[in-house]
């Protein structure tokens, strides 16, 4: 099956850094990736993606980067506030799998005012 | 819209019984999704659909099954439950074809003792 995995479990952040959150996925053939936030005791929430034909993408406050050399994905939030406060992942799509994602297993991000 | 809905948010199940989660979407979405989601981990696909009286089985699947009569709803049923089927269950839906982002519900936090 697909791995997808995060180099850290857990990030601490002042109020006003940025965050860098960091994912690991092994399958050179995933052609899109999606950021999700999941807030406690709630569903996850899309927030960013990106396809295989693209380096970097922003958002609003977020941007995220594809390192395809080294399989590698990175969500960075600016300004982090507290309401960014939650576990994020990222989810890969293997291109021969269809609508199938695999996520990983999360990052808890907390911002300390 | 309401969006991704879930029932019931909470179910205490004692092991062998059988009971059935219920998902209804009001976007008119294609594809629908099962995943669950163990403590401190990523979701697992257990199945899903990509309309109306199609489903497939995702990564782990053994011990559930789902049914699509309706673009609507897409129901997942547990069959003589057992404690490794503690978890809580998401269900997700989306377009497909090109639109990949998932839309979640709120979840339901099945517990078997």
């Known amino acids: 099956g697909e791995s997808v995995g995060l180099h850290l479990p857990t990030l601490s952040v002042q109020e006003g850094d940025n965050s860098i959150i960091n994912c690991a996925y092994s399958n050179s053939a995933s052609d899109y990736f999606i950021w999700y936030k999941q807030e406690s005791g709630k569903g996850p929430q899309f927030i960013i993606d990106?396809?295989?034909?693209?380096d970097k993408r922003q958002g609003q406050r977020v941007t995220v980067l594809l390192n395809k050399t080294v399989k590698h994905l990175s969500l960075q939030i600016a300004a982090t506030q507290p309401g960014d406060s939650a576990v994020y992942f990222c989810a890969e799509r293997g291109s021969n799998t269809g609508n199938q994602f695999y996520f990983g297993t999360g990052t808890s991000l907390t911002v300390i005012p | 819209n309401a969006g991704v809905t879930q029932t019931p948010k909470f179910r205490i199940l004692k092991i062998g019984q059988s009971m059935t989660l219920q998902c209804a979407q009001d976007m008119n979405h294609n594809y629908m999704y099962w995943y669950r989601q163990d403590p401190g981990m990523g979701l697992k696909l257990i199945y899903y659909s990509v309309g109306a009286g199609i489903t497939d089985k995702g990564e782990v699947p053994n011990g559930y099954n789902v049914s699509r009569s309706t673009t609507e709803d897409f129901p997942l049923r547990l069959e003589l439950a057992a404690p490794s089927q503690t978890s809580v269950y998401f269900c997700?839906?989306?377009w497909g074809q090109g639109s990949y982002e998932q839309y979640f519900g709120p979840g339901t936090r099945l517990t078997v003792t």
């Open positions: 990106i396809r295989s034909n693209m």
């Open positions: 997700a839906s989306n």
